[in-house]
């Protein structure tokens, strides 16, 4: 492997937890602070890619000559996602997207009315991964897996739902592993079926072993 391995590649990652709104001063959101994602996108400059970060969250440092775009909800980063995939020739999806969004967003603040309790009609979102994965041509599709129960088997059906090349699954439950720490714990999954465990090591560390993995990928193709 050379060090410019992804030289004239361009990737899009995504990171953060999209917020689905509410009402003008409420969302519903997850714990995903972006550190998974701006690691594989510093990852993925430092092959010689660019790479175009689609992001909810822009409180950590953009790894230099980073394309940044801005979303917040679930919709909005799928719209993203969609402008520049034919472009593209990758997709790393790293953001914990809602799986629901509520269906009516209020115009106004919702008011505390009675005692009763208060009930929320929840809609599905996209899957933005499933919507690439059906569609993707020469693109490597990566997609991850947050787990808190049977990590593998819920990984592997994952990978085949959304038609992914690559699937990085990571059991949330581990205090060094997923949502907004410093490391991760993951397992590399790949198509053909083949898996890699690794230990837990810092995001950056992380992101460096897949993207070296997604590069053994695409010089196999
Ligand atoms: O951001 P950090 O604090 O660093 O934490 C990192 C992380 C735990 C968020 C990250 O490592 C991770 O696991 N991201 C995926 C979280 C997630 O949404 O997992 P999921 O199992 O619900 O979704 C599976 C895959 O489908 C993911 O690639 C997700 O981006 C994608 N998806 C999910 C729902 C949806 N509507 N559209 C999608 O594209």
Partial sequence: LTHHALNGKHFIVTAGGTKEAIDPVRYITNYSSGKMGYSLAQALV??????????????????????????????????????????????????????????NVAQQKIKKQTHDPMTMTLIQNPDIVAMMGAKKAKQIVVAFAAETQDLLKNAKA???????????????????????????????????GDSISLPVMSKIEVARQIVEHMIINMTKE
């Fill in 46 to 103: 430092e092959n010689g890619a660019t790479v175009t970060l689609i992001s909810t969250v822009d409180d950590l440092k953009l790894p230099f000559g980073v394309k940044y775009i801005a979303v917040s909800s679930a919709e909005e980063m799928r719209n993203a996602v969609e402008l520049a995939f034919d472009q593209s020739d990758g997709l790393i999806m790293a953001a914990a997207v809602a799986d629901y969004r509520p269906e």
């Fill in 158 to 192: 994952k990978l085949l739902k959304k038609n992914a090349d690559m699937l990085i699954a990571n059991d949330v439950t581990a205090v060094d592993a997923g949502f907004g720490v410093d490391t991760n714990r993951v397992t590399i999954l790949q198509k053909d």
